[in-house]
Nanobody, 124 residues
Framework: VQLQASGGGLVQPGGSLRLSCAAS????????IGWFRQAPGKEREGFSC????????YYDDSLKGRFTFSRDNAKNTVYLEIKSLKAEDTGVYYC??????????????????WGKGTLVTVSS
């Protein structure tokens, strides 16, 4: 099981970004995929998760409307689109996977498989 996040960069406040998480060694249908963010000086926190077996997508309440989690089955890749970026969205973004039969969890410790993070910097 391998994951690779990409798509980060420097973005101005109010801008948009799409992060990708390419999966290899497994199919998305069998795993729940979570997105996590680690802001400077803070702990890693989960804010979105997609569980195909349960047919659910979760978002942290504070992010609803700005974050959209989608997938491309043909590419075995999930995407996170972020709109109206704010300075507080700055951080390293990670995708992670756990077995799909267990569904989504908010805690990073519940995910055994992690990709390298991608840095998002929101600044003018």
């Amino acid at each position: 099981v391998q994951l690779q996040a990409s798509g980060g960069g420097l973005v101005q406040p109010g801008g948009s970004l799409r992060l990708s998480c390419a999966a290899s060694g497994f199919t998305l249908d069998d795993y729940a995929i979570g997105w996590f963010r680690q802001a400077p000086g803070k702990e890693r926190e989960g804010f979105s998760c997609r569980a195909e077996r349960q047919g659910r997508i979760y978002y942290d309440d504070s992010l609803k409307g700005r974050f959209t989690f989608s997938r491309d089955n043909a590419k075995n890749t999930v995407y996170l689109e972020i709109k109206s970026l704010k300075a507080e969205d700055t951080g390293v973004y990670y995708c992670a996977a756990r077995e799909g039969r267990y569904g989504c969890r908010a805690s990073p410790s519940e995910y055994p498989y992690w990709g390298k993070g991608t840095l998002v910097t929101v600044s003018s």
